[in-house]
């Protein structure tokens, strides 16, 4: 098992450019989440799904969009990049049957 | 604002020294987890307390959950520099689906 991977690694975008971070999970979990960690911070909850086509805010989802058309992939778009979403973004899933979340090795993004 | 408040930020203390970290909140939480999270790298699960007053211990380490399950404590004996890292608390929401992070503990053990 793969766990929970990310895509980029590291990504430099430009103001106003749009992207999209990609996260698979190969758990079969029903939960999955896409956090913001800026440095020296906790995380902050952007979007969360309890299931494929199922989709929901968390703490700070503006400048943002998810989608959930599988169990395995919850990507997140930027459509127009600005310099406050500078940070490293973790995606992360968990079972129904449990409360442990798996993380990525997350996403460092730079917007200049 | 931070819906889980977490003291101290930061905290640098000799090899063998005895420590304590506070994770507040003025909401009642399902669960409260604790991660460790090393550069680089996502968080990793240590421990997942449920019942009010439960307290749990991962060998040196030793996990409470507040009475009223709005706050926990995380005590550390005898630290070692392998326990250097960013110590997370979260708290899981009453609906079960979503976690709300606290801001973090950066703990420095040196040798």
């Known amino acids: 098992n793969a766990g929970v991977t990310q895509t980029p690694k590291f990504r430099i975008l430009k103001i106003g450019q749009s992207m999209t971070l990609q996260c698979t999970q190969d758990m079969n979990h029903n939960y999955m989440y896409w956090y913001r960690q800026d440095p020296g911070m906790g995380l902050k909850l952007i979007y969360y799904s309890v299931g494929a086509g199922i989709t929901d805010k968390g703490e700070v989802p503006n400048g943002y969009n998810v989608s959930r058309s599988t169990t395995e992939d919850f990507p997140l778009r930027l459509e127009l990049a600005a310099p406050s979403q500078t940070s490293v973004y973790f995606c992360?899933?968990?079972?129904?049957?449990?409360?442990?979340?798996?993380f990525g090795p997350g996403t460092r993004l730079t917007v200049l | 604002t931070q819906l889980l408040e977490q003291s101290p930020q930061f905290l640098s203390i000799q090899e063998g020294e005895n420590l304590t970290v506070y994770c507040n909140s003025s909401?009642?939480?399902?669960?409260l987890q604790w991660y460790r999270q090393e550069p680089g790298e996502g968080p990793v699960l240590l421990v997942t307390v449920v019942t009010g007053g439960e307290v749990k211990k991962l060998k040196r380490l030793t996990f409470q959950f507040g009475d009223a399950r709005k706050d926990s404590s995380l005590h550390i004996t005898a630290a070692q520099p392998g326990d250097t890292g960013l110590y997370l608390c979260a708290g899981e929401s009453s609906n079960f689906n979503k976690f709300y992070f606290g801001s973090g503990t950066k703990l420095n053990v040196k040798p």
């Open positions: 992360a899933s968990r079972s129904q049957f449990g409360n442990e979340q798996f």
């Open positions: 909401s009642v939480f399902s669960s």
